[in-house]
């Protein structure tokens, strides 16, 4: 369990929340004077244990006052903290990048597997009576095994969440498990604590590995009629690469 721990400032704005409810509470409770004389224990009571105790207790000096005992917390409007809406990468853009880092892992140099695929590749085999885990949408262990460790993420080498630019010079090739592991630590954070190892390949490093891309392409080609929109937009990403790679 991750303990939390709060910021005075933090602290400082629940007061100020506490003694916004308090007022409110007064306007509503038929202009009581006896309430301003609470709020000093309120505001104590939030800073020792936190503003679910200082609502309980403002709840109890409202039933002492003849109030209902309950407490609605008025709107308080504050700043906007939500992240800003990630810029999206077109299916071509996210293709050149798959084959520009030639479908390796960044971080850890294993190869990595096209999603699309093997989800067209579940579909051909449990056609013919198999039962596989090829894929599944949240790419769970027990269901997309391959997925949940080698799945391809497009992996931002300085964090979206810091400001790192969505475009191709800021995205490397991962595999799922180092995305997950990287999160949103600096890049050389994420080296000194998971140092790539090198593999000792006795005829070298792949050249020719594309993450199952043409085995997607082949069957998608052959099934048009039966594709999802999402696979369209892969399949005319993928033949505008092939056409532009000669």
């Known amino acids: 369990m991750r303990a939390v721990f709060h910021s005075r400032s933090r602290c400082k704005t629940q007061r100020e929340e506490i003694t916004t409810w308090a007022k409110h509470a007064l306007t509503s409770n038929n202009g009581s004077i006896a309430l301003l004389f609470q709020s000093t224990s309120l505001v104590a009571t939030v800073a020792i244990l936190g503003r679910s105790a200082a609502r309980a207790r403002l709840g109890m000096i409202l039933c002492g006052l003849g109030g209902c005992g309950r407490v609605n917390r008025p709107h308080l409007p504050g700043p906007d903290k939500r992240m800003p809406a990630r810029p999206t990468l077109s299916h071509r853009q996210q293709v050149e990048v798959f084959f520009r880092d030639r479908w390796l892992c960044h971080w850890c140099g294993r190869p990595v597997v096209f999603p699309p695929a093997l989800n067209m590749l579940q579909d051909f085999v449990r056609a013919e009576g198999h039962v596989v885990a090829y894929f599944h ?39 799922c498990k180092c995305n997950s592991l990287k999160s949103a630590a600096a890049a050389a954070t994420h080296a000194a604590k998971h140092p790539k190892r090198q593999i000792k390949a006795r005829y070298g490093e792949p050249t020719a590995w594309d993450g199952l891309a043409a085995v997607f392409a082949t069957l998608a080609r052959a099934r048009p009629n039966t594709l999802a929109p999402s696979e369209r937009r892969w399949l005319s990403a993928l033949e505008d690469y092939y056409e532009s790679a000669g």
Do not use: I
Request: charged share 25%; with cysteine.
């Open 137 to 175: 949408p949240r790419w769970s262990r027990r269901d997309a095994p391959l997925l949940d460790h080698l799945g391809v993420v497009l992996d931002h080498v300085e964090a979206f969440a810091k400001g790192g630019a969505t475009d191709a010079s800021n995205l490397v090739v991962a595999c």
